[in-house]
C-alpha cells in the first residue's frame, strides 16, 4: 500500500469542561532558575524562555492510498513543518508505507544539501513516528509488536522536576533534579547545588535514586568540582553536563569521574554521534529524544549500538509520551523512562492527560497501551492545517 499524502497539521484538542482540583502551590517550573547554556550571559541567565524560539509543536499526518492515517509528533514549528512539507512530503508520496527504512534513509539523504541534524532531524522524527502510527493500524497492532513485541510488562518511570515532595507522594521511587547554578555563580553556586541536593536525598531517603539534570550548562572543570562536593550523595548519574558537540570534554570528564554514571544524548541528532560517544567510551546512559533524533527507527539503530557495547538507553522524555513508551517496551536496553512532572502540586496526573490512550505512572510503574499503532484518540476533524 503506497502513501497518498504527507502533510504538517495542528491539533486541537476539545476541552473536557470537567474542573480541576486546585493546585497547592505553583508548579516549580512557573518560576525556577535552571543552568542553561546561555547562562553566562544575565539578560537570559535565569529562564530559558528567555532566549529559546517559540516555535510550538509540529505534527505530521500520513494518508495511504486507502484513507488508513498515521499521526506523528516533533518541535521548531515553521522551519521544521517547511523541511517537511516543502521537501520531503513531495518526495516520499507514492512509497509504501511499510518501507520505514527506505524513507528514513531517503530523508537522510536528501537532506544532505543543507544538513541532517537539527532541524532536520526533527522533522524526520515527525514523518517517521506518523508512518509507525500507520502501520499499526494498517495492521491492527501497537507499535511495540511491530518491533517484535514487549520485553516488559511495565516499565520504571522516574520523575523530572524540582516538586521532589509531590513526587514522592505520587510514588515515584527514583526524581531528577534540574541543577539551579553553573560555572558563572562561582562558589555560591556550588554550595547552592550541593544544598539542594543534600535536601533532596534528606527527604526522600536511602530508598530512592537522584539524577541531576545540568542542561548543557557546565564545562569541564565546574563539572569535575560539582560531582567530587556531591559524592557523598550517591547520584545514580549526572546528566548532558556539557554542549553535546565537545566529545573531548566528555572524555576528560569520565576519565576523572569512575564512581557516578554519565548520561547524556537528547540534543544529538541521528544515530552519528552517538556512534562517537560510544566508540569514546565517554557516556554509561544514551538519551536520545524519539522526537529530535530521527524517530524510532533511528532510535532502534541507537538503542542496537548501545546493546552491543553494553551500555543503558533511556530516552529523553520517553515515558511522558506513548511514542517513547511504545519503543521503550520493545528495546531490552531501555529499562527505565523518563516522566516529566512540569504540573502543580496537588494536581494528579490524570488531569494533566487530554487524549485518551495516554496512561500515567502508578507507584513508579507505568505501561504502553494497546494500540493499534500508538492507540491515541484523536479524531480527525481535530486536525487542521498548520500553516493557517
Not at 556531591?230 to 556539557?242: G, S
Amino acid at each position: 500500500m503506497e502513501i497518498k499524502e504527507i502533510k504538517t497539521v495542528q491539533l486541537n484538542v476539545p476541552s473536557s469542561g470537567s474542573s480541576q482540583t486546585p493546585a497547592r502551590r505553583p508548579s516549580w517550573a512557573a518560576d525556577a532558575e535552571v543552568a542553561n547554556p546561555m547562562s553566562k550571559y544575565p539578560q537570559y541567565k535565569r529562564h530559558r524562555s528567555s532566549w529559546m524560539p517559540n516555535w510550538g509543536v509540529v505534527y505530521v499526518k500520513v494518508t495511504a492510498e486507502d484513507g488508513t492515517w498515521g499521526l506523528g509528533q516533533t518541535s521548531f514549528g515553521r522551519p521544521v513543518a517547511a523541511i517537511i512539507d516543502d521537501h520531503f512530503a513531495p518526495m516520499l508520496v507514492g512509497e509504501s508505507c511499510f518501507a520505514v527504512e527506505k524513507i528514513s534513509d531517503m530523508m537522510f539523504r536528501m537532506s544532505k544539501p543543507y544538513g541532517s541534524l537539527g532541524l532536520t532531524a526533527c522533522a524526520m522524527s515527525g514523518v517517521d513516528l506518523a508512518i509507525w502510527d500507520l502501520i499499526g493500524k494498517i495492521k491492527d497492532q501497537p507499535v511495540y509488536e511491530l518491533l517484535g513485541g514487549a520485553v516488559r510488562d511495565k516499565l520504571f518511570a522516574y520523575a523530572t522536576g524540582n516538586d521532589t515532595d509531590w513526587q514522592i507522594e505520587l510514588g515515584f521511587e527514583a526524581v531528577k533534579l534540574a541543577c539551579p547554578y553553573g560555572p558563572t555563580d562561582g562558589l555560591w553556586g556550588l554550595q547552592e547545588n550541593e544544598k539542594l541536593v543534600d535536601q533532596t536525598r534528606q527527604l526522600v531517603g536511602d530508598n530512592v535514586e537522584i539524577m541531576l539534570d545540568c542542561y548543557m550548562a557546565f564545562d569541564v572543570e565546574y563539572t569535575i568540582r560539582l560531582a567530587e562536593r556531591l559524592r557523598p550523595y550517591k547520584l545514580k548519574w549526572i546528566e548532558e553536563f556539557l554542549i553535546p558537540e565537545d566529545m573531548d570534554g566528555h572524555v576528560q570528564v569520565r576519565r576523572a569521574l569512575d564512581w557516578v554514571s554519565l548520561a547524556s544524548g537528547e540534543h544529538l541528532y541521528t544515530r552519528w554521534p552517538f556512534k562517537q560517544m560510544i566508540e569514546k567510551r565517554c557516556l554509561d546512559i544514551l538519551q536520545p529524544d524519539v522526537f529530535w533524533v530521527g524517530g524510532i527507527t533511528e532510535c532502534v539503530k541507537i538503542c542496537h549500538l548501545a546493546e552491543a557495547a553494553g551500555l543503558t538507553v533511556i530516552f529523553h522524555g520517553g515515558g511522558l509520551h506513548q511514542y517513547g513508551l511504545h519503543l521503550s517496551a520493545a528495546m531490552p536496553n531501555t529499562p527505565w523512562v523518563e516522566y516529566f512532572v512540569g504540573s502543580p502540586p496537588g494536581v494528579p496526573l490524570s488531569e494533566t492527560r487530554q487524549i485518551e490512550g495516554e496512561t500515567i505512572p502508578e507507584q513508579s510503574w507505568i505501561k504502553p497501551n494497546s494500540g493499534p499503532g500508538f492507540g491515541l484518540h484523536i479524531e480527525e476533524e481535530w486536525l487542521t492545517p498548520f500553516w493557517d
